[in-house]
């Protein structure tokens, strides 16, 4: 069992930066495919970064790529989501997510989900 809290959501002025934090608890995070996908009003959840356990391999989604980087330290037991040259487009709820097994952006093959984060882009 995974528990999963995020936080450093926020109102930001487009262009701006925001890095999102998650902490994880158990003692076998190191093993986790690490992710993070968001939700805007109206949509369906989407993927947008992952990186493996060893943190040696990441994939992001072509919406983010160049602007939003995902690292983890394994040692604090916490995955990081850095934001860069935020677009409105990019407001949404952010959830924490990890799951067993290999890389997939599929939302429903993904095991455990922190609440989520506000991220506000605004004009």
């Known amino acids: 069992q995974v528990q999963l809290v995020e936080s450093g959501g926020g109102l930001v002025q487009a262009g701006g930066s925001l890095r999102l934090s998650c902490a994880a608890s158990?003692?076998?995070?190191?093993?986790?495919?690490m992710g993070w996908f968001r939700q805007a009003p109206g949509k369906e959840r989407e993927f947008v970064a992952a990186?493996?356990?060893?943190?040696?391999?990441?994939s992001n989604a072509g919406s983010v790529k160049g602007r939003f980087s995902i690292t983890r330290d394994n040692a604090k037991n916490t995955v990081y989501l850095q934001m860069n040259s935020l677009k409105l487009e990019d407001t949404a709820i952010y959830y924490c997510?990890?799951?067993?097994?290999?890389?997939?952006?599929?939302?429903?093959?993904?095991?455990?989900w922190g609440q989520g984060t506000q991220v506000t882009v605004s004009s």
């Open positions: 990186i493996s356990g060893a943190g040696d391999s990441t």
């Open positions: 997510t990890a799951k067993t097994g290999g890389y997939s952006s599929a939302v429903a093959t993904w095991n455990y």
């Open positions: 158990g003692r076998t995070f190191s093993s986790y495919y």
